[in-house]
């Protein structure tokens, strides 16, 4: 069956596609979506479909207008970029007839979007950063680098004398994700003396295995329209927030964050507040020892 992989032709990629073919998967489709945000981003793409070729392999390449979309959505570049590559891989996957994509995030990755959902005030969920395997709508995508350092990656790009476009982008302070790698890093390396990178993707690691435990033991939970407030009000603080997140997501509620969570678990303990405010104009409101949405 064929498989979808991510190749932008940078580094990190060219060594996910060079070590899968390497393993014998010919039946790979590669594919190349093109932001159109740098002047060499067609080259990067001319690049692309050389190297495939060469392999044999399917390609599949597009380009979006991002500047538009991120313009018309309200959406920021990154954002914007998220989404177009999810529909892109979306429409392969339909084309090919593919349910596994393959992306070269490694473990530099793994620390870097750590370290972003830590200053982000994330929960477990964020902090687990990626897991090596997660659903995107029907296809299961696998990361099969994320405990491969960037220096890894390096050498074995040497090893097989492999080439790939440079992203010149990568080298700027635009993005978030930029200045968390050449500037954040660096000056926490410095300060506590020692590579903190290891650090940081062990901590993603331990709390993304306590996150599914959690996720785990709040699944076989029973929740309606309605939640009853005293058994809720026995339950651990971590188990309590996480059903009362996963059930203001039931119903719909937008943009749930800890200050939701913390407003409605307020009718759990405060006797005098039996109604808080939520996003979209909705409320919760405790009334005969239960919790509902109006």
Not at 66 to 73: D, E, Y
Not at 96 to 125: C, I, K, P
């Amino acid at each position: 069956m064929p498989a979808l992989v991510g190749v932008s032709g940078g580094r990190d990629s060219i060594a996910l596609l060079h070590w899968l073919h390497g393993r014998g998967c010919k039946q790979l489709v590669v594919c190349h979506l093109d932001h159109g945000l740098r002047p060499e981003s067609r080259a990067d793409a001319a690049f692309v479909q050389a190297l495939t070729k060469r392999l044999g392999l399917a390609c599949e390449t597009a380009r979006s207008a991002l500047s538009t979309l991120a313009k018309r959505q309200k959406l920021s570049i990154e954002t914007a970029a998220r989404a177009a590559r999810h529909a892109f891989f979306a429409r392969c996957a339909r084309k090919h007839g593919a349910s596994v994509l393959f992306l070269a995030h490694h473990a530099d990755d793994q620390a870097e979007t750590f370290l972003f959902n830590l200053l982000r005030g994330a929960g477990l969920g964020g902090l687990g950063a990626m897991a090596p395997v997660t659903q995107l709508g029907k296809l299961h995508v696998v990361r099969p680098l994320l405990g491969i350092w960037r220096e890894e990656i390096d050498a074995y790009c040497a090893a097989h004398q492999l080439t790939w476009r440079e992203d010149t982008s990568n080298a700027g302070r635009d993005f978030t994700r930029n200045r968390l790698r050449h500037d954040a890093l660096p000056a926490l390396t410095t300060a506590m003396g020692r590579d903190v990178r290891r650090a940081l993707w062990r901590a993603a690691e331990v709390l993304r295995g306590e996150d599914e435990l959690l996720a785990e033991i709040t699944e076989g939970l029973q929740m309606g329209a309605e939640l009853e407030v005293a058994p809720l009000r026995e339950m651990p603080l971590a188990i309590q927030r996480r059903v009362l997140l996963e059930w203001l997501r039931s119903q719909e509620v937008g943009d749930v964050g800890f200050e939701e969570v913390e407003r409605v678990r307020a009718l759990l303990t405060e006797v005098r507040v039996a109604k808080v405010n939520l996003p979209g104009g909705r409320h919760a409101r405790r009334r005969s020892g239960k919790i509902f949405c109006e």
